[in-house]
């Protein structure tokens, strides 16, 4: 009798092909590869994040902005940075200059960069320029990867449940066009009924 090499799991299959990244919102443990400053064309300041997953899986560009340009707080992200600064310990940020693979100078946050922290993502699907689908990651809830603790939790020697919750109930959020979302539950119609089709015929088929 041969001994087991390796077992099938179809979740790691499923990987395959797919990039390597995150495709679905909900809970994951993160490694921040870089956390780097940024602006939007608005002049709005940003910190931008690379991430890999505990299982490998990459994510980027996830931006949370903090400051508009005039100088006014982004209430949602500076609430999102101050509770990662609260799990990691960091009472302040700070910048530091590297360069990127270009040879560019970037300032990134030396306080996040580096760092493993639980991060709740939403996708959130949107209409592009060209008319098509697409869709994007904004970081709900940051969380104590070792308890699963949100930062009000971990204060209040609470019990977890924040983000057992939030997965229980997660859904996607809808952002595109009403075309759009429309012709998307046309095709889904649509696959339906060629299934049904399909199926009804094979069945019709099998009488004879």
């Known amino acids: ?42 002049n709005t300041s940003g910190i931008e994040f690379s991430l890999e997953s ?17 100088g006014s707080q ?13 799990l990691l310990g960091a009472n ?5 200059v590297k360069r990127d693979q270009d040879g560019k100078e970037v300032f990134i946050c030396p306080e996040f960069t580096g760092k493993t922290i639980g991060m709740f993502l939403q996708k959130s699907l949107y209409t592009k320029n060209d008319g098509s689908d697409g869709y994007k990651f904004d970081i709900r809830v940051p969380f104590d990867p070792a308890t699963s ?29 009403q075309q759009q979302q429309q012709n998307a539950q ?15 015929w094979y069945q019709s088929y099998s009488i004879y």
């Open 1 to 42: 009798m041969s001994n087991a090499i390796i077992t099938y799991n179809q979740e790691e299959g499923l990987k395959a092909g797919g990039g390597n990244f995150i495709s679905e919102g909900g809970a994951y443990i993160m490694k921040i590869l870089e956390a780097k400053y940024t602006k939007a064309k608005t």
């Open 54 to 70: 505990s299982d490998g899986q990459k994510a980027n560009y996830i931006t949370v902005y903090y400051v508009k340009a005039d």
């Open 74 to 86: 982004v209430k949602g992200g500076m609430s999102i940075l101050n509770a990662m600064m609260g």
């Open 92 to 96: 302040t940020i700070t910048s530091a």
């Open 149 to 177: 603790k949100t930062l009000r939790e971990k204060i209040g020697n609470d019990q977890p449940k924040t983000i057992e919750n939030m997965t229980n109930s997660y859904k996607d959020k809808d952002d595109r066009t």
């Open 186 to 200: 046309s095709q889904m119609d649509s696959q339906l009924n060629s299934t049904r089709h399909s199926k009804n």
